[in-house]
């Protein structure tokens, strides 16, 4: 059947329902004149038969378990921490994967989508569920920060994804607010003729 | 003059502080009704206070990480007159660093009201607050004026003053809400680390000296380091003299007094004896004259006023005795050559 065969008042209700949706033209019944497999979005759909059971979920890839902080601080001092990062930052021995000798200006702007990991090559905080960002999770906080000058160490030196690198940031401005997280203020100078009381003037 | 419309709601959502009353003890800074404020600029006793608090070079200027620019370190080739001039600026550089925060008393709010208006009343919903924004005027000195919403026009109090020069003449290291750091959880964690001069250093950039919050906060660090005889944490930091200071004030010398003499320092010790005299001077052994001779005036002090008699009693004895076994151990080794 093909589509000059079909009259003008089902072309339309076929292009209207065909964007990001089956092609399914129907009577005006309802009932389906023919049903065709071809999808225009550009994600591939599951078929038909798995609709009714659950999607089936890498458990390694499943982010939808929320670990508590105190977990992951007990975590940070574990023997498979150790062993898993030794004495380095979490970072240091992750590599981006890109195409050329520079790599993007920008890293990927979340590995997590769907409370599932959507990429081959995590980041080092999305690729361990364990790693809680978290300004009571001082340990973890103090590696990303510069042991130079005290700066916030950016996503392009870490390798973070966008989201947890805000996430990071979040964290340390919390727990520097809360001074789990100390830093050298800078210098106050004094006045002292402001408080030089009025009554020995 | 800049106007600023200000929801009188806002003020009732700010986050409750907890006030640090049970810091707020017999040691205080208001107690009697004396103005420490009236003692702490005298020459006399700025010179002691930078007396006891030493000067170490490398713990003034060890390497601050503000998140300033990394630059490779710089070498230089000198003669001994540019060395030693440099030498002095960087000791005259120090004196600067080592500049104190001053203990006065805190000052409450006073509710000054310039004008009343009724006719004004309902005009807005909200308050407006006005504040001078001209260069050059110091931050406790700007005209900050609120007209409410019921047409009274008054002068701004402490917490509007202080949003409003964080807003319109932002300072380092002061930030606009006051940070959790202080309220009392925080602050006993902080206190536990024994993270004093954080505490002391953002308590500074935060607040101002006459600021009840400020008062409560280095009142709960000094009695924590005093109760931990932590001196040396704050030596060599701007903070050490107004300790002394503070610690003179409210009569409880006596444990930094047996820190010093366990340090064989007898001269600060003098020192930190004639500060409890300058600031009491009704005490009996402030009759007593240094020129005597240093331990005598020490041992006066501790012997009329001291709390803690026995111990810094026998604090002197120790340092007398150590005293003569080094004279000893001279005299041995020069008959020995």
């Known amino acids: 059947m093909n589509i000059r065969s079909v009259p003008i008042y089902f072309v339309s209700r076929i292009i209207r329902d065909s964007i990001n949706s089956r092609v399914v033209p129907t009577l005006d019944s309802g009932k389906e004149l023919f049903r065709r497999t071809l999808s225009l979005s550009s994600t591939t759909r599951q078929e038909s038969a798995e609709e009714g059971g659950e999607k089936k979920r890498d458990p390694t890839k499943d982010r939808t378990k929320v670990i508590p902080v105190e977990t992951s601080i007990k975590y940070l001092r574990s023997a498979a921490y150790k062993e898993t990062y030794g004495d380095d930052p979490v970072w240091v021995n992750y590599r981006r994967n890109y195409k050329g000798s520079y790599p993007p200006r920008h890293t990927r702007k979340t590995c997590v989508r769907q409370g599932a990991i959507a990429t081959g090559n995590p980041c080092p905080i999305c690729r361990d569920e364990y790693l809680v960002l978290d300004h009571a999770n001082v340990d973890l906080l103090k590696q990303f920060v510069s042991a130079h000058n005290g700066e916030v160490l950016s996503y392009n030196e870490t390798g973070l994804c966008r989201r947890k690198h805000q996430e990071l940031l979040v964290a340390i401005e919390r727990a520097k607010d809360r001074g789990l997280l100390t830093f050298d203020v800078p210098f106050r100078e004094y006045d002292y003729s402001e408080y030089i009381s009025k009554k020995t003037e | ?337």
């Open chain 2, 1 to 337: 003059m800049l106007c600023r419309g200000w929801a009188s709601k806002f003020k009732n959502e700010m986050r409750p502080f907890a006030v640090l009353l049970k810091h707020m003890s017999e040691n205080s800074t208001t107690k009697g009704g004396r103005d420490p404020g009236e003692y702490f600029f005298s020459d006399k006793v700025q010179a002691i206070m930078r007396h006891l608090s030493r000067i170490d070079m490398d713990k003034i200027f060890r390497v601050k990480r503000e998140g300033q620019k990394i630059e490779t370190p710089e070498y230089k080739f000198m003669t001994t007159e540019q060395l030693d001039k440099l030498m002095s600026e960087m000791k005259q550089k120090a004196e600067q660093k080592l500049q104190m925060p001053p203990v006065v008393n805190a000052q409450e709010d006073v509710r000054t009201v310039l004008s009343v208006e009724p006719k004004l009343k309902g005009y807005d919903s909200s308050k407006y607050v006005f504040t001078d924004i001209t260069y050059g005027i110091s931050d406790r000195d700007r005209v900050i004026v609120v007209r409410d919403t019921d047409g009274t026009l008054r002068k701004a109090d402490r917490e509007e003053r202080h949003r409003m020069n964080q807003l319109y003449f932002e300072r380092p290291g002061r930030s606009y809400s006051k940070p959790r750091m202080f309220e009392d959880e925080y602050l006993q964690d902080l206190l536990k680390r024994k993270e004093y001069e954080f505490i002391l250093d953002r308590a500074c950039a935060q607040f101002d000296p006459d600021d009840p919050d400020f008062v409560n906060v280095r009142t709960a660090t000094y009695d924590h380091i005093n109760q931990a005889k932590e001196f040396d944490s704050l030596r060599s930091t701007r903070h050490f003299g107004p300790l002394a200071f503070y610690l003179a004030w409210n009569n409880s010398i006596d444990d930094l007094l047996i820190d010093i003499l366990n340090g064989s320092r007898l001269d600060e010790a003098v020192s930190l004896v004639e500060l409890n005299h300058v600031l009491h001077p009704n005490l009996k052994s402030a009759k007593v004259n240094k020129s005597d001779g240093d331990i005598e005036y020490v041992k006066a002090y501790a012997e009329l006023d001291s709390k803690k008699r026995n111990d810094v009693e026998l604090a002197l004895q120790n340092y007398a005795q150590r005293q003569f076994h080094s004279i000893e151990l001279e005299a041995e080794e020069s008959q020995g050559r």
